[in-house]
């Protein structure tokens, strides 16, 4: 398709449920001396700024009927889209039938996301599903040789402004851009019906599964410089990176959002004030207080070497004493459900800092699907929405733990959910004071924390490791007692884990020996 105008548009379609910049589209048209056709709400939009309309039921000769449902289902409607120009077949069908060309469809949808958002009953949310919307769409998309398709308010001055540079006409590789835009606007139309009809019908896991998104931003670049990378927001409403105004601060770099993801979630745990420090989506400290500002310091002590330049998120609106010993270090990125005005100028401090506020946590409880892409397909599960109470907690030791190390058992669980497998989690007094991610072998992870625990006291001048007196949380069975021997070894005293081994036995008889208390949740927490 050569890259040059094609003839000048003489007659428009035109019926967009987003007004949006509707009177000074239809007012250009008008004023080329463009026929629009229109119907319903977008005449009467139109006529109201003074711009002359033709009924799309006195083009056809058929009147709009079933409560709206068929307005522009009608050949002299889409032949007048579908007619290759150039076809002399078609040109004589056309011809024959009193079909006139229709060069520009203007269409957005009845908006059946937001109607599902509100909470709108079935009958409702069915009613707000668009079919001639989608079918004018698709056929202009299709016909992209002659008809120009636009389906969102943002390209109505660029379209204009091209019309106006060429006697008229859009250029060939407009067209094309507008209809690869267009199909992918129906394609995500269709994929937000098909999960909400699915979700009534309880199938999670439909024979085919749509994704759709709106692209946020265009990213400097992937994980690595030499990858290209966008973000993308789709319908879910669920509170974090998606849903957050960033406030402050230079742009976001794809490894900021995925990190500043897993912060948020991880913070959302916990009821008490709480904060998470997270580095490469692995926590680096992890702690609730009696305030933020003293969740900040404990989950800080736990590892301040690698918490340089990572990720703080809290569970509270931010105030400013926390703002303030965030800003005392360098930090990426700080996400906020909300923040005082004091924070928020002690954070301006720091320009390069991005803030973001979600306005809300995301629900830890909440259901939900995960999905992970695999070489020619994805994979697509249940989020982890698991939690483990006391009640939950099953005692396989002689000793049972105290008040203290239970609470801390149920702490550090769930801060391993959030930790990459495998996990290996020392905490005290609700805060982490060690943490071992992402090892090929428990037993190293085991190790690896308590080194990590050893160093954040030496660092802190404390000569004995703050593991000592710990409780530790592992993600997934002990296969073998050496975990647990290592753990014992760092001076933990109360072990969680999700049992399930062959080897319990042993493991158990391991903990009976060094006086350790253990209790098994049943549930196992991989993170890959």
Partial sequence: MADEPGPAIARALISAHDKTGLAALGRFLADRG????????????????????????????????????VKTLHPKVHGGILGRRADPAHAAAMAAHAIAPIDLVVVNLYPFAATVARGAA?????????????????????????????????????????IAANSGATTAARRRRLAADAFAHTAAYDAAIARWLGGHLDDSFPRAYSLAGTRVQTLRYGENPHQRAAFYRTGETRPGVATATQIQGKELSYN?????????????????????????????????????????????RCDPV?????????????DAPTAEAIAALFVEVVIVPALEDGAAAVLARKKNVRVLVAGALPDPRAAGLALKPVAGGFLLQDRDSRAIAAADLRIVTRRAPTAAETADCLFAFRVAKHVKSNAIVYAK???????????MSRVDASRIAAQKSADA????????????????????????????????AAGATAVIQPGGSVRDAEVIAAADARGLAMVFTGIRHFRH
């Fill in 256 to 300: 900021n959002l995925n990190d500043t993801d897993a912060a948020i979630e991880l913070v959302a745990e916990f009821e008490a004030p709480a904060v998470a420090i997270i580095k490469h989506a692995n926590p680096c400290g992890v702690a609730t207080g009696a305030s933020l500002a003293e969740a900040y310091a404990k989950a800080l």
């Fill in 429 to 439: 007094d609700g805060a982490t004071v060690g943490i071992g991610a992402g090892q």
């Fill in 34 to 69: 463009v026929e629009i056709l229109s119907t319903g709400g977008s005449a009467a939009a139109l006529r109201g700024a003074g711009i002359a309309v033709r009924e799309v039921a006195d083009h056809t000769g058929f009147p709009e009927m079933l409560d709206g449902r």
């Fill in 122 to 162: 079935f009958d409702d949310c069915i009613e707000n599903i668009d079919i001639g919307g989608p079918a004018l769409i698709r056929a202009a998309a299709k016909n992209h040789e002659s008809v120009t398709v636009l389906t969102d308010p943002a390209d109505y001055a660029p379209v204009m402004a091209e």
């Fill in 306 to 318: 690698s918490a340089f330049g990572g990720i703080v998120a809290v569970n509270r609106t931010l």
């Fill in 457 to 488: 006291a030496a660092a802190a001048g404390i000569a004995r490791p703050f593991a000592e007196g710990s409780v530790v949380a592992s993600d997934a069975f002990f296969p073998f007692a050496d975990g647990l021997e290592a753990a014992a």
